[in-house]
């Protein structure tokens, strides 16, 4: 167990609509990364949060957005969903920036939309 | 950019068999390189890491030798086990607590 918790586990939804993935960081750990894993593009690195703020930014679609909350979890924001969004999302922790601490993943949140 | 490629998969093995999973990156500077594993149905977990060159990361029976001469990091084990029949990840990571970039991934089976 990773100590990361992310939920749902499977979300199924329809192309237009809108649906929020949530993730608990490991106890401790400051800094949150998003990435979406898809059997074209593999683990794609999406955004980091370090502490609230946000710290880096990959490869996220303007129809994306995160934020971490003061309690350090975070939430992935998803809207007007395609079919090329089906797709696993993973959140990941680590402890802290400055450090070369390990990411510590969740188990993903699978994606379907129809 | 930096970018990680790996051999591609799947790779199929009986036990005890040896393992070499290759691993090559593109990057500038001096990368902490690390493999990842994921069973089916799991996150990513931490196998291994060199964060210089030259250092050799080791767990589990596996070992990887972080190579800048050649730009690689390939994965080996001695003798594998049905057990270690999962998906395994490259990564780099350009700056400490900065995210990952990761390969696509080496699906490995072993065979009884």
């Known amino acids: 167990d990773s100590g990361v918790t992310q939920t749902p586990k499977h979300l199924i939804t329809a192309t237009g609509q809108r649906v929020t993935l949530r993730c608990s960081p490991r106890?401790?750990?400051?800094?949150v990364y998003w990435y979406q894993q898809s059997l074209d593009q593999g683990l794609q690195f999406l955004i980091q949060?370090?502490?609230?703020?946000?710290?880096a930014k990959g490869n996220i679609l303007e129809r994306f957005s995160a934020q971490q909350f003061p309690d350090l979890h975070s939430e992935l924001n998803l809207s007007s969903l395609e079919l090329g969004d089906s797709a696993l999302y993973f959140c990941?922790?680590?402890?802290?920036?400055?450090?070369?601490?390990?990411?510590?993943f969740g188990n993903g949140t699978r994606l379907t939309v129809t | 950019g930096n970018s990680v490629t790996q051999m591609e998969g799947p790779v199929t093995l009986s036990e005890e068999a040896f393992l070499t999973i290759n691993c090559t990156y593109t990057?500038?500077?001096?990368?902490?390189l690390f493999w990842y594993v994921q069973y089916p149905g799991e996150g990513l977990q931490l196998l291994l890491k060199a964060t210089k060159a030259d250092d050799k990361g080791s767990n589990k029976g596996f070992e990887a030798t972080y190579r800048k001469e050649t730009t690689s990091f390939h994965l080996e084990k001695g003798s594998v086990q049905v057990s270690d029949s999962a998906v395994y990840f490259c990564a780099l990571r350009k700056n400490s607590g900065y995210a990952l970039n990761f390969g696509k991934g080496t699906s490995l089976l072993v065979t009884p």
């Open positions: 949060y370090y502490n609230g703020e946000e710290r």
């Open positions: 990941a922790s680590s402890a802290r920036t400055g450090d070369n601490s390990p990411l510590h």
């Open positions: 990057a500038t500077g001096y990368p902490s």
């Open positions: 106890s401790g750990d400051l800094s």
